[in-house]
């Protein structure tokens, strides 16, 4: 009997958050893998081994498979197709897929890396959608090839939409709660399965193309919704006296709820979560369904970022020329991705106001400057909060849990304290001499 091939050769275009780490890691599981990307820079810096992006362990993992020559970057399609004469059976398209002004999702970097790869192939190819898109970018993807594929080669269109996280990309990608893969032939699936059977403890969902593209969307829609809700009833809390903490907890047991998603907070940011419930909406009423609660879910998670500006406001009625320390910029911990962090609103809105902005994050300072201007960054949490009216914490990294806070008291101002994450014990900081504020918490 002819023995299954386990190798398959991989290229993967666009080598970002997602890129990069599925790239790697495929190429941790046994494949050959090529990396490309437009940005000559970044290229460059991952040929010299230096990683563009924060993301545990993922260095030393590009570094191992780089070293066993599993590895591999290029600059353009044509070179990720065809490296060092081995041809590229699946290539997988993992570029940015932003919104547009109305919502929608800007598709237009899928498009063009969707003709190069017609011009380039040789062979039978999966072209495999791993960036987010909207129902029935498939059709599209196939028509974009079609067009350019002079030659007739053969090829299918699979979907394998991506579900890592920031901040623990590299340990999701390997234990992925599922593996989704949507194809329209029994030749795509066999790739695919291939390429996936190294994670054989995930469960595998083989679905059509067009359901693989909406559970991604329907997923981070969903898992927003549960966002916006834990906020809105920590709204109720604050204005009631009851405690979110207590009520999350309580919900969580049952277990057709689970407790995940449901921590109180200042909103949700990010490159997915904000871009994918818009471009679900937008998708939705393009399909003449106006899929109201997703607007809600986004009008909720909008108002929730005013709630520290709210809050400052109450503890130091005129904010001009009152200094604000802000702790975390990132939009969740253990990443430097500042794309839609709720920072970039809440001190946006402080500076209108007057205040002077002084930040601190463990890793995220260097993409901070890039979008927040007129804000005076400090290299440690001390230094940041030294002189401060009011400390804002915006992202609950774990070097926040472990602060000197009798430390922090002698530097200060004033000794105020809103915590927008949740991450201290409300009796605890109190005791401290904070003037303590939380979400939802009395
Ligand atoms: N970041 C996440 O946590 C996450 C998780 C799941 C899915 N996704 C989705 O994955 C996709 C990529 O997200 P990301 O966070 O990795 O974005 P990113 O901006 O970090 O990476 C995209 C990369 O594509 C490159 N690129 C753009 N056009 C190109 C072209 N024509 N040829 C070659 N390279 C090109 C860019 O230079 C960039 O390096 C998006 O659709 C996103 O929604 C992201």
Same mark, same amino acid.
């Given at each position: 009997?002819?023995?299954?091939?386990?190798?398959?050769?991989i290229c993967m275009i666009?080598?970002?958050?997602?890129g990069?780490?599925s790239g790697?890691?495929?190429?941790?599981?046994?494949?050959?893998v090529?990396c490309v990307?437009?940005?000559?820079?970044?290229?460059?810096?991952?040929?010299?081994?230096?990683?563009?992006?924060?993301?545990?362990?993922?260095?030393?993992?590009?570094?191992?498979?780089?070293?066993?020559?599993?590895?591999?970057?290029?600059?353009?399609?044509?070179?990720?197709?065809?490296?060092?004469?081995?041809?590229?059976?699946?290539?997988f398209?993992a570029?940015?897929?932003?919104?547009?002004?109305?919502?929608?999702?800007?598709?237009?970097?899928?498009?063009?890396?969707?003709?190069?790869?017609?011009?380039?192939?040789?062979?039978?190819?999966?072209?495999?959608?791993?960036?987010?898109?909207?129902?029935?970018?498939?059709?599209?993807?196939?028509?974009?090839?079609?067009?350019?594929?002079?030659?007739?080669?053969?090829?299918?269109?699979?979907?394998?939409?991506?579900?890592?996280?920031?901040?623990?990309?590299?340990?999701?990608?390997?234990?992925?709660?599922?593996?989704?893969?949507?194809?329209?032939?029994?030749?795509?699936?066999?790739?695919?399965?291939?390429?996936?059977?190294?994670?054989?403890?995930?469960?595998?969902?083989?679905?059509?193309?067009?359901?693989?593209?909406?559970?991604?969307?329907?997923?981070?829609?969903?898992?927003?919704?549960?966002?916006?809700?834990?906020?809105?009833?920590?709204?109720?809390?604050?204005?009631?006296?009851? &405690?979110? +903490?207590? =009520?999350?907890?309580?919900?969580?047991? $049952?277990?057709?709820?689970?407790?995940? !998603?449901? /921590?109180?907070?200042?909103?949700?940011?990010?490159?997915?979560?904000?871009?994918?419930?818009?471009?679900?909406?937008?998708?939705?009423?393009?399909?003449?369904?106006?899929?109201?609660?997703?607007?809600?879910?986004?009008?909720?998670?909008?108002?929730?970022?005013?709630?520290?500006?709210?809050?400052?406001?109450?503890?130091?009625?005129?904010?001009?020329?009152?200094?604000?320390?802000?702790?975390?910029?990132?939009?969740?911990?253990?990443?430097?991705?500042?794309?839609?962090?709720?920072?970039?609103?809440?001190?946006?809105?402080?500076?209108?106001?007057?205040?002077?902005?002084?930040?601190?994050?463990?890793?995220?300072?260097?993409?901070?400057?890039?979008?927040?201007?007129?804000?005076?960054?400090?290299?440690?949490?001390?230094?940041?909060?030294? &002189?401060? +009216?009011? =400390?804002?914490?915006?992202?609950?990294? $774990?070097?926040?849990?472990?602060?000197? !806070?009798? /430390?922090?008291?002698?530097?200060?101002?004033?000794?105020?304290?809103?915590?927008?994450?949740?991450?201290?014990?409300?009796?605890?900081?109190?005791?401290?001499?904070?003037?303590?504020?939380?979400?939802?918490?009395?």
């Amino acid at each position: 009997m002819k023995k299954m091939k386990s190798r398959i050769n991989i290229c993967m275009i666009g080598t970002g958050y997602v890129g990069l780490v599925s790239g790697t890691c495929l190429a941790e599981i046994g494949h050959r893998v090529v990396c490309v990307d437009n940005d000559g820079r970044k290229i460059n810096y991952l040929k010299k081994g230096i990683i563009p992006i924060y993301e545990e362990g993922l260095e030393a993992l590009v570094n191992k498979n780089v070293k066993k020559g599993n590895l591999f970057f290029a600059n353009s399609v044509k070179e990720g197709l065809h490296h060092n004469k081995q041809r590229a059976e699946a290539v997988f398209i993992a570029v940015g897929t932003p919104p547009r002004d109305d919502g929608s999702a800007d598709l237009s970097a899928v498009e063009k890396v969707a003709e190069e790869i017609a011009k380039n192939m040789t062979d039978y190819t999966v072209v495999v959608e791993k960036s987010t898109v909207p129902v029935e970018t498939c059709l599209w993807i196939e028509k974009t090839v079609n067009r350019f594929n002079k030659r007739n080669i053969p090829f299918d269109v699979a979907s394998n939409p991506e579900f890592l996280r920031e901040g623990s990309a590299v340990w999701d990608f390997l234990n992925p709660d599922r593996v989704v893969i949507g194809v329209s032939s029994k030749r795509a699936e066999s790739l695919m399965r291939k390429i996936y059977a190294p994670l054989k403890k995930s469960p595998m969902l083989i679905t059509d193309v067009k359901s693989a593209e909406l559970i991604k969307h329907a997923s981070n829609s969903f898992l927003s919704t549960k966002i916006s809700f834990i906020n809105a009833v920590a709204n109720i809390c604050e204005k009631t006296g009851a &405690n979110i +903490d207590d =009520i999350a907890k309580g919900m969580g047991l $049952d277990k057709r709820i689970g407790s995940s !998603f449901l /921590k109180a907070g200042i909103g949700f940011g990010g490159f997915c979560f904000p871009k994918d419930l818009e471009a679900f909406y937008w998708l939705a009423k393009q399909k003449d369904y106006d899929f109201e609660l997703l607007k809600n879910v986004k009008d909720i998670n909008e108002q929730q970022k005013n709630w520290m500006v709210k809050r400052v406001e109450e503890e130091l009625w005129n904010l001009s020329g009152k200094r604000v320390a802000v702790l975390g910029l990132a939009f969740k911990p253990n990443t430097d991705d500042m794309r839609f962090a709720p920072s970039i609103n809440i001190i946006g809105s402080l500076k209108k106001l007057g205040a002077k902005v002084k930040a601190y994050d463990p890793v995220a300072i260097k993409n901070a400057k890039k979008v927040l201007k007129g804000v005076e960054f400090a290299p440690d949490p001390y230094s940041c909060v030294k &002189n401060a +009216d009011c =400390i804002c914490l915006l992202t609950e990294w $774990d070097e926040f849990k472990r602060l000197n !806070f009798k /430390k922090i008291l002698s530097l200060v101002r004033h000794p105020i304290l809103i915590d927008g994450r949740n991450l201290y014990v409300p009796q605890v900081m109190r005791k401290m001499g904070f003037t303590y504020k939380s979400v939802g918490r009395p």
